[in-house]
Nanobody
Framework: VQLVESGGGLVQAGGSLRLSCGAS????????MGWYRQAPGKQRELVAS???????NYTDSVKGRFTISRNNAKNTVYLQMNVLKPDDTAVYYC?????????WGQGTQVTVSS
């Protein structure tokens, strides 16, 4: 199983980034896909997740700014991040979960400068 994130980088506050996570080795369509992030000295937190049917949820701090989506034909999940803030700076991880099975990507760094 591989989850490979891309799209991170350095952006100024107010800017946008789009993260992508390509999955292989799983039946992508049945997995709930999520984006987590971990800032230095903080615990990893769930940012957004999307179910196999497209239902999504978000942590309060990103509601209205971030949008999670998935393309089952491409085995890919996306996180569109708009109006980025310095507090969004973290390593962002892709997660695939179904039942007791869970897989993680290696992470991609997002840095938002003020």
């Amino acid at each position: 199983v591989q989850l490979v994130e891309s799209g991170g980088g350095l952006v100024q506050a107010g800017g946008s980034l789009r993260l992508s996570c390509g999955a292989s080795g799983i039946i992508f369509s049945i997995y709930r896909m999520g984006w987590y992030r971990q800032a230095p000295g903080k615990q990893r937190e769930l940012v957004a997740s999307i179910g196999s049917g497209g239902n999504s949820n978000y942590t309060d701090s990103v509601k209205g700014r971030f949008t999670i989506s998935r393309n089952n034909a491409k085995n890919t999940v996306y996180l569109q991040m708009n109006v980025l803030k310095p507090d969004d700076t973290a390593v962002y991880y892709c997660n695939a979960r179904v039942g007791t099975f869970a897989y993680w990507g290696q992470g991609t760094q997002v840095t938002v400068s003020s």
